[in-house]
C-alpha cells in the first residue's frame, strides 16, 4: 500500500549528509522521489588538543553518553588513536541511527531507550538516576551548542558532567533556489524536519516562506511547535525513526486520496 500511496510524491530530506541515506533509500523504493536538502552541515573540530586530552582521560569516567551518530563517529576516530575503549567505561546513547553507529564500532552493551529518542526519555532510565551516578563522572559527547537538559538534571542528581565538542554544526551549503522553486510551481509534496535547529536556519533563509505551504513531518512534538512557530500551516508529529516517518507519510497521503476520491 505504501508504495502506491508514496508513488511519485516528491518528500524533502533535510537531515545531514551521511544521515539521511537510509530514509532516501527506503522512500525511494516506495516509488517516491526523496530530494535531498540538508539544512545542517557537519564539520569535525579543527583543533584536537581537547579530543586528545580526553583520550587519554576516558578511564575516570563511568559513563558516555553520545548525543548522534556523528558524535559517535567523529568522537571515537579521536578518542581510540589514544587506545583501547576502557573497559569499565559504560556507553550510553539514543537514537537507532546512534545505536547502529555505535554497534557498527564493536560496541555491543549500550544504555539507550526503546522508546522516545530525546533526553527525557534517556533520563527516564534506570541507569541515569541518582542512586547509580551520585558521585560518578559522565561524559557527553556532542556538537557544539545543543541543548543542556541532560547534563544538567545529572549533575542535579549528582553527577560530575564534562561536556566534549566532537564537531561543530553549520548551515546549508547548498543552493536553495532549486527547492524554492519546486515549492512555487507547486512540485513538493512534503518536507521532513528532524532538527529544531535546522528549523532556525531554515527559517533564515531567504525565501524560505515558498516552503510554509508545504505539508511538514516532524519525529518530535517539540520540533512541531517550533514549525507551527516558524509559520509552517500543516504539521504532522510522527513516531520516530524512519519508519515513523513513513508511516506519517503513508497516513497522510492516504487520508488525502481518499478525501479527494471518495470511494
Excluded at 556507553?91 to 533526553?119: C, H, M, N, W, Y
Excluded at 536553495?176 to 519546486?182: G, Q, S, V
Excluded at 515549492?183 to 532538527?195: E, F, I, K, M, N
Aim: charged content about 20%.
Amino acid at each position: 500500500m505504501g508504495e502506491r500511496i508514496l508513488a511519485g510524491r516528491s518528500i524533502v530530506i533535510t537531515r545531514p549528509v551521511g544521515q539521511a541515506e537510509s530514509l532516501c533509500s527506503a522512500l525511494a523504493a516506495l516509488g517516491a522521489e526523496p530530494l535531498r536538502f540538508p539544512l545542517l552541515s557537519i564539520v569535525p573540530v579543527h583543533d584536537t588538543a581537547a579530543l586528545e586530552a580526553m583520550a587519554r582521560r576516558l578511564g575516570e569516567f563511568s559513563l558516555a553518553f553520545f548525543v548522534s551518530p556523528n558524535a559517535v563517529n567523529l568522537g571515537l576516530d579521536a578518542l581510540l588513536r589514544g587506545g583501547a575503549w576502557p573497559a569499565g567505561l559504560a556507553v550510553a546513547t539514543v537514537g537507532k541511527g546512534s545505536e547502529a553507529a555505535l554497534a557498527a564500532r564493536g560496541f555491543r552493551q549500550v544504555i539507550a531507550p526503546a522508546s522516545g529518542f530525546d533526553s527525557e526519555s534517556v533520563l527516564a532510565l534506570p541507569a541515569f538516576q541518582a542512586p547509580e551516578v551520585a558521585g560518578k563522572r559522565v561524559l557527553i559527547l556532542r556538537g557544539d551548542g545543543g541543548r543542556d537538559l541532560l547534563g544538567d538534571t545529572l549533575r542535579a542528581r549528582g553527577a560530575e558532567v564534562e561536556y566534549l565538542t566532537c564537531y561543530h554544526r553549520r548551515g546549508p551549503v547548498d543552493d536553495p533556489a532549486p527547492l524554492l522553486e519546486r515549492a512555487r510551481s507547486g512540485r513538493l509534496d512534503a518536507l521532513t524536519l528532524t532538527s529544531s535547529e535546522g528549523l532556525d536556519y531554515l527559517q533564515a533563509m531567504p525565501g524560505g516562506d515558498a516552503l510554509l505551504g508545504v505539508p511538514v513531518f516532524v519525529p518530535h512534538p517539540r520540533i512541531g511547535e517550533r514549525a507551527r512557530q516558524a509559520g509552517f500551516a500543516r504539521v504532522s508529529i510522527t513516531a520516530a525513526g524512519d519508519s515513523g516517518l513513513i508511516d506519517g507519510l503513508i497516513a497522510h497521503f492516504s487520508a488525502r486520496n481518499h478525501n479527494t476520491y471518495p470511494g
